[in-house]
């Protein structure tokens, strides 16, 4: 590494931080947040869903997905029903209010988006795109400390 310049995974980690505070602002500004984006897109995927398979489906824990749903569900933007069949496992529908905001959110994502690509040439994106890839999925991400 050259004299005065941050390491890479510090750049990375600073921009994804700041990357991730402008998107959820724009996310509160709607009247969402980044998990309730998450579990709104999974549902709008799948439609019905377990509780367990959207856990699995946005990677969070179940106690996690329980605190989110049971705030979106006094919302009214979700129902969630026991199966008769297996009392445990519950089915998890997006009301018409959770599907309305769904849309206004998925709104503000893609503008979001586009001010974010506007910022490069389609060029520099795939690049970009193709370097983030290759940096995801290289052995040297999920070394811990010491390495």
Known sequence: MKPGRKPIGLLLVQTAKAVARSFEDVLNEKGGSRPVWLIL?????????TQADLAVAIGVQGPTLTHHLTGMERDGLLTRTRLPENRRVQVVELTAKGRALFLQLRQAV??????????FSDAEMDKLRELLGRLGASDTVGFGPGV
Do not use: I, P, Y
């Open 41 to 49: 897109l999974a549902l709008m995927d799948g439609e019905h869903r």
């Open 110 to 119: 893609m503008s979001f988006d586009t001010q974010l690509n506007g910022k």
